[in-house]
């Protein structure tokens, strides 16, 4: 089992930025990837970005609604994942959780992902 905690989330002013933190526990994040996904209140889960290791190489994918603005990159040493989010919109604004799995799957369907942080939250002031 790995358990999942995210930090870093915030009340912010739209343009601004944050870097979001995924600390895991208890063993490492998936062999198969790690992702970000955020949800408002009565909403689906969104897919917003992911990481995804085969061999030696790692990839990256984006929702359209925030690439060019947010980076998501791992911390191997301190067994953490982050998402530098830039130029924050109000419509950014979610709770955005952290997931891993170690099973192959869509990497943007949040039912991939077996396991889930508990979420931190993210408020962009217009």
């Known amino acids: 089992q790995v358990q999942l905690v995210e930090s870093g989330g915030g009340l912010v002013q739209a343009g601004d930025s944050l870097r979001l933190s995924c600390a895991a526990s208890?063993?490492?994040?998936?062999?198969?990837?790690t992702g970000w996904f955020r949800q408002l209140p009565g909403k689906e889960r969104e897919f917003v970005a992911a990481l995804r290791w085969r061999g030696r190489y790692t990839y990256t994918d984006y929702a359209d609604s925030v690439r060019g603005r947010c980076t998501i990159s791992n911390n191997y040493a301190k067994n953490t994942v982050f998402l530098q989010m830039n130029s924050l919109k109000p419509e950014d604004t979610a709770v955005y959780y952290c997931?891993?799995?170690?099973?192959?799957?869509?990497?943007?369907?949040?039912?991939?992902?077996?396991?889930w942080g508990q979420g931190t939250q993210v408020t962009v002031s217009s």
């Open positions: 997931a891993t799995t170690d099973s192959t799957g869509p990497f943007y369907d949040p039912g991939t992902y077996g396991y």
């Open positions: 208890g063993r490492t994040f998936g062999t198969y990837g």
